[in-house]
């Protein structure tokens, strides 16, 4: 599963979400895709929110902007 949006705009609700869907599916994996988390603060944000929502990180890659033309290719 993916999300390409925002990653300022997510919550605790949604992350719970993602941690049922990936409890339910053990060979799903999350991309987070954002321009945000080309920003190492972000990054450590959103990691420690997942992890703290028992996401394990090996399940999810976290990516941060591209242009154009590779962002339609992910």
């Known amino acids: ?8 705009k997510l919550n ?3 992350i719970a979400c993602w941690q049922q869907i990936l409890a339910q599916s053990p060979g799903a994996q999350l991309l987070l895709k954002s321009t945000v988390l080309d920003s190492p603060d972000i990054k450590q ?6 992890s703290q ?8 890659q976290l990516c941060g902007g591209s242009a154009y ?3 339609m290719l992910d």
């Open 1 to 8: 599963m993916s999300s390409f949006n925002n990653v300022i």
């Open 12 to 14: 605790s609700e949604l």
């Open 45 to 50: 944000r959103i990691v420690a929110d997942l």
């Open 53 to 60: 929502a028992g996401i394990d990180m090996q399940r999810v």
């Open 69 to 71: 033309d590779d962002y």
